[in-house]
């Protein structure tokens, strides 16, 4: 089973929630953060990534830049700007991007479902990334970028949430990148308890996205619990009148669930700076080896097992021969872990593509323009692009207890921080 609950979220004002709400803060640089911000004194970038307030190349992990967090976060709240409900809720979050549209329960899921396995990983943290995360969570005294969470599609909260969104939504803007965001607030406690017992039937959830937040929540968690800071009851889930003490807010953290058949994932695509002493023709025939290949093809693969090559200003279709992808091993057919095992590490020489400096990643949302444009400047020799592993595939890795190649995933559109804040206080 899985244990989700409500909580008394901080939310922007309504008709503040696009100048506040603000994409996460490990999408972008802080170059990139400061130009954002810039001129928008509530830019929740001033929150998530508080070192565009120093001086440019300071320290994005110096205790001032946590303080100045805290500060902002504070100021943020004491001027009205973000406000915190009443009682404890759920709510529903509405993502609509082009043609795609996606709707999450927002709740709090629990960290200790999370350290025993209910709520399922595929993919490796890095000590330093939860380091930060873990000191700005202690700063802030809360959880202000929720993780993204799914689970397997339920007819029954299917329809109950279709039900809630046909109303007008409290909170309704349209980013700068042209997604549209929408949040409605469920505090009828007859309807919380049915979704928790609805939830209670669902089991495993799994981490699409946020895996360093959630690791850094149970970080806190586990500190806390440690200290003994569980010793008096709270009653910060008692919405439908009962429930005090069935949890402490810190051993809880910040989530939005969306059910497997509505989320969105992109390619991850791949830049290399250079071509192993090959010239443009003897890397390709050593790859005829691997792929068949077609000159001028498309730039996007049409399905699994292909990849766009971009090379020499033009490009080429690839597909895995047949005996590359003969295998039943969930990890091992995926096109990433084909494209490691098969290209990078052999042709490359790229044996650890997390510590390489010789390549680069970069997003479908930057589409395969971006893969031209790079290679075009000549920073980068050639391009990969990628076809997206389906959901199911994440699912099943997970399931086996798996962990997913790097830079396997990208979903879209992005979670925006801020439109919930989770408070541990």
């Known amino acids: ?56 190349g300071a320290d994005p992990y110096a205790p001032e830049v946590y303080a100045r967090g805290k500060a902002n976060f504070e100021k943020l709240i004491a001027d009205g700007a973000l406000r915190q409900d009443a009682q404890p809720c759920f709510y529903l979050y509405r993502q609509v991007m082009g043609g795609h549209s996606q709707t999450g329960l927002v709740a709090v899921a629990s960290c200790e479902e999370y350290l025993n396995g209910v709520i399922r990983k595929h993919e490796l943290t890095r000590p330093d ?20 969470l799914t689970y397997r599609a339920d007819p029954a909260l299917n329809e109950l949430f279709a039900g ?65 800071l569980f010793a008096v009851p709270s009653a910060a889930f008692s919405s439908a009148g009962k429930g005090a003490g069935v949890g402490r807010s810190s051993a809880w953290f910040l989530a939005v669930i969306f059910p497997h058949n509505q989320v969105q994932i992109l390619p991850y695509n791949r830049v290399l700076k250079d071509l192993n002493g090959m010239s443009p023709g003897e890397l390709l025939e050593k790859l005829d080896g691997v792929f068949i290949i077609k000159r001028n093809g498309p730039s996007a693969p049409a399905a699994r097992h292909g990849l766009g090559l971009f090379l020499g200003g033009q490009w080429h279709s690839l597909n895995f021969r047949p005996r590359f992808a003969a295998t039943s091993d969930p990890i091992e057919k995926l096109d990433v872990t084909l494209l490691q095992k098969y290209v990078l590490a052999p042709v490359f ?19 395969t323009a971006e893969l031209e444009r ?32 790097p830079k396997s995933t990208w979903f879209e559109p992005k979670l925006r921080d801020a439109m919930f804040c989770h408070m541990l206080t």
């Not at 928008?40 to 001033?46: A, I």
Request: proline letters at 7%; aromatic letters at 6%.
């Open 374 to 405: 790079l290679v075009n400047s000549g920073e980068y020799r050639c391009a990969f692009s990628m076809f997206p592993p389906g959901i199911q595939d994440l699912m099943t890795v997970a399931d086996a207890g798996g962990i997913m190649p």
């Open 129 to 148: 990334k939860e380091d930060d995360r873990v000191r700005h969570i202690e700063s802030l005294h809360s959880q202000t970028g929720p993780v993204f």
């Open 1 to 56: 089973m899985a244990t989700i609950k409500p909580f008394a979220a901080v939310r922007p004002r309504p008709d503040l929630a696009q100048e506040i709400c603000e994409l996460p803060y490990d999408v972008m640089s802080s170059d990139e953060a400061r130009q954002i911000a810039s001129g928008n004194p509530l830019s929740f970038l001033h929150v998530s990534k508080p070192e565009i307030d120093l001086a440019p």
């Open 164 to 228: 809630k969104v046909t109303v007008q939504p409290e909170i309704d803007f349209t980013a700068a990148d042209g997604v549209r965001h929408m949040a409605w607030k469920i505090a009828d406690a007859a309807v919380i308890r049915a979704i928790e017992q609805a939830f209670a039937r669902i089991a495993p959830l799994y981490i699409a996205d946020g895996h360093h937040r959630s690791a850094a929540a149970a970080r806190v968690y586990l500190k806390r619990k440690e200290a003994n």
């Open 349 to 367: 020489g790229i044996d650890d593509p997390r510590t390489s400096k010789r390549i680069q990643f970069v997003g479908g949302i930057r589409g």
